[in-house]
C-alpha cells in the first residue's frame, strides 16, 4: 500500500489567494483526520471524519478553512482567503476504526 | 476531556545512553496510549501503543514504555540510543470509544557521538 498520500508537499501562495490541499487516505480506511503543526501551537485536530461524515469540525480555526470528503478515497481541505498565520504543515491521517493513525507526509504551507 | 503532558521540551543525550522521554496524561475513562515519532521533513509513524494487558510495551527501533495507571503516565525508554533516533518525539492519549487522538506538545531528542 502506497500509506495516506497528500499534495501537494510544499505550496507557496499569496496572501487572498485560495489554497486547497489534497489527501488520499489508505484504501480501507473509513476515518480521517486534518492536522495542523506550527512551532507555537504544535500539532492540532483540525476536523476529522467518519465514513465520509464531519464528526467534528470544532478545531477549524475559523470560516475561512473549510473540509470536505466527497467519497471514500479523496478529502479536501480549502482555505480562502489565505492568510500569512495560516502558514503551517498540514497533516492527513487515516484509521480503519482501529487504534492506529497512519499520517501522511505533510503538505508545508507558506502564505506570503 | 483528556490531556497529555510532555514535560521535556528538548533531551540531550549521547550515543549509547539510555533514555527516558516522559508523558503524563489526565482523563475521567480508560485510554488509549501512543507514542510517535516524527524525523525531519516527514510525517508522524507510530512507535508503539498501549491498548490494554501487559503495561510494558515494546516498539519498533528498540523503543520501549510503560503504562502505569496509578501515575498516569507513560513514559519512553531505550536502553542505548543512535545518531539516528535524533526526532521529535510525540505522545497521545485517545479515549477508548472515541477516535480523537490528543497530542503532547513533543519532545526533542538530540543525540550527539
Known amino acids: 500500500d502506497a500509506g495516506v498520500i497528500q499534495s501537494p508537499r510544499h505550496e507557496v501562495t499569496e496572501m487572498g489567494q485560495e489554497v486547497t490541499l489534497r489527501c488520499k487516505p489508505i484504501?480501507?480506511?473509513?476515518?480521517l483526520f486534518w492536522y495542523r503543526q506550527t512551532m507555537m501551537r504544535g500539532l492540532e485536530l483540525l476536523i476529522y471524519f467518519n465514513n465520509n461524515v464531519p464528526i467534528d469540525d470544532s478545531g477549524m480555526p475559523e470560516d475561512r478553512f473549510s473540509a470536505k470528503m466527497p467519497n471514500a478515497s479523496f478529502s479536501t481541505l480549502k482555505i480562502q482567503p489565505s492568510e500569512p498565520r495560516d502558514s503551517a504543515v498540514y497533516f492527513c491521517?487515516?484509521?480503519?476504526?482501529?487504534?492506529?493513525?497512519?499520517f501522511g507526509p505533510g503538505t508545508r504551507l507558506t502564505v506570503l | 476531556a483528556q490531556s497529555v503532558t510532555q514535560l521535556d521540551s528538548q533531551v540531550p543525550v549521547f550515543e549509547e545512553a539510555p533514555v527516558e522521554l516522559r508523558c503524563n496524561y489526565s482523563s475521567s475513562v480508560s485510554v488509549y496510549l501512543f507514542w510517535y515519532v516524527q524525523y525531519p521533513n516527514q510525517g508522524l509513524q507510530l512507535l508503539l501503543k498501549?491498548?490494554?494487558?501487559?503495561?510494558l510495551v515494546k516498539g519498533i527501533n528498540g523503543f520501549e514504555a510503560e503504562f502505569n495507571k496509578s501515575q498516569t503516565s507513560f513514559h519512553l525508554r531505550k536502553p542505548s540510543v543512535h545518531i539516528s533516533d535524533t526526532a521529535e518525539y510525540f505522545c497521545?492519549?485517545?479515549?477508548?470509544?472515541?477516535?480523537?487522538?490528543?497530542f503532547g506538545t513533543g519532545t526533542r531528542l538530540l543525540v550527539s557521538p
Open positions: 497521545a492519549v485517545r479515549e477508548t470509544g472515541f477516535q480523537k487522538l490528543v
Open positions: 491521517a487515516s484509521t480503519a476504526d482501529t487504534d492506529t493513525q497512519y
Open positions: 484504501s480501507g480506511h473509513n476515518s
Open positions: 498501549y491498548l490494554s494487558g501487559s503495561t
